[in-house]
């Protein structure tokens, strides 16, 4: 009995269109979500206020998060974190013999 594969299925028009777009080439240093292709950001505060006809700024609660995702509950952060320095290991300790 031999194996054979199953030739994968086409994908449907949403799935295509998605994979297009995220295929697309993009200027240096736009965001872009890794889910469904998005540029754009969402930016949510909590507690803003108006104070002499302006607007106050409140808590920042999330930021760099895709907005078409987060409407269907998933959040995808498209800010990448910063590079931590990896720190070399210290020398261990050896322990003192004891003396009797």
């Not at 609660?61 to 320095?85: L, N, Q």
């Amino acid at each position: 009995m031999t194996l054979t594969l199953v030739p994968p299925t086409p994908p449907d028009a949403k799935t295509a269109l998605i994979e297009r777009v995220k295929a697309m080439d993009k200027p240096d240093g736009v965001l872009q979500c890794s889910k469904c292709g998005g540029r754009q950001t969402l930016f949510l505060r909590s507690g803003d206020r108006i104070e002499n006809g302006r607007i106050k700024p409140g808590t920042v609660i999330e930021k760099g998060i895709c907005p078409h995702c987060w409407k269907r509950g998933i959040t995808v952060d498209m800010i990448p974190d910063k590079p931590r320095e990896v720190k070399p290991p210290k020398p261990k300790r050896t322990k003192p013999k004891l003396i009797k």
